[in-house]
């Protein structure tokens, strides 16, 4: 099949192949490809940048239901960006369709979104949800968020054991918010036993890939002479 072989060639990063069979494509009215073509349209891969070609490529695939589209529409209403202008409640209707639509980065969107009441009512129990089936997804944002809904029994029963899994899946996968929440539970003994040095290994750890509150706390600790990086 011809989006099959548009695929490949993006994938190979041949994006002139890519490109003038994405476009071929589009014009017989294949969402798939217009959603690839507006992706190369907006990253200038095997064309030059715009935006207005974009947005119009994403819009048309968005009305077939492309599950794609729908997100990276969703991305740039949220954003003000990509000449939309700034609407999160056109964004997070966006990115409930794409959720329906098994888009694991769009339930995450969804979620923050539910939990903080951006661009529609507040919500834990239902951010909750969509973190979950995120999650499940093995979306490493969702599982730290979903921790901290657990920590603070915000649309769940508070569970310390369940926060602690989910930290520790979001820690396992490198992401430096869960290194340095799981950090906090074992300091606090929350979900597990207390231990300190295993707290500040992965407090260590959150540093290094950046993670500005833990930096401060080794840094704190390294000027009291409490241990030595």
């Given at each position: 099949m011809k989006?099959?072989?548009a695929?490949?060639a993006y994938?190979a990063?041949?994006?002139s ?5 994405y476009t071929?494509?589009s ?7 217009q959603t690839?073509?507006a ?6 891969q095997?064309?030059e ?14 009305e077939?239901?492309?599950p794609?589209?729908l997100?990276?529409?969703?991305i740039?209403?949220?954003?003000g960006i990509?000449g939309?202008?700034h609407d999160?409640?056109?964004a997070?209707e966006?990115?409930?369709e794409a959720?329906?639509?098994?888009v694991p980065?769009?339930?995450?969107e969804?979620?923050?979104?539910l ?7 507040q919500?834990y129990?239902e951010?909750?949800f969509?973190y979950?089936?995120a999650?499940?997804r ?10 901290v809904l ?20 979001a ?5 430096a918010?869960?290194l340095y929440?799981l950090?906090l539970?074992y300091?606090?003994g929350?979900?597990?036993e ?11 750890k959150?540093a290094y890939?950046?993670?500005a509150k833990?930096?401060?706390?080794i ?5 009291d ?5």
């Amino acid at each position: 099949m011809k989006i099959q072989k548009a695929h490949q060639a993006y994938n190979a990063k041949d994006f002139s192949t890519a490109f003038a069979l994405y476009t071929e494509l589009s014009q017989e009215g294949n969402a798939d490809a217009q959603t690839s073509l507006a992706f190369m349209y907006q990253n200038a891969q095997g064309c030059e940048k715009n935006e207005a070609k974009s947005l119009e490529l994403y819009t048309l695939a968005a009305e077939a239901k492309q599950p794609y589209a729908l997100f990276n529409l969703a991305i740039l209403y949220e954003n003000g960006i990509g000449g939309v202008a700034h609407d999160q409640f056109k964004a997070h209707e966006l990115h409930m369709e794409a959720a329906t639509r098994e888009v694991p980065p769009a339930m995450y969107e969804v979620a923050l979104m539910l939990e903080r009441g951006l661009g529609c009512m507040q919500n834990y129990s239902e951010a909750a949800f969509w973190y979950e089936e995120a999650a499940k997804r093995g979306h490493l944002e969702a599982f730290n968020n979903l921790g901290v809904l657990y920590k603070d029994g915000h649309g769940v029963v508070q569970d310390d054991a369940r926060c602690f899994i989910c930290f520790k899946r979001a820690a396992d996968g490198g992401l430096a918010e869960g290194l340095y929440n799981l950090g906090l539970l074992y300091d606090q003994g929350i979900g597990c036993e207390l231990n300190n040095d295993t707290a500040l290994d992965y407090c260590r750890k959150a540093a290094y890939k950046g993670h500005a509150k833990a930096k401060e706390i080794i840094q704190g600790l390294q000027e009291d002479g409490k241990i030595v990086f």
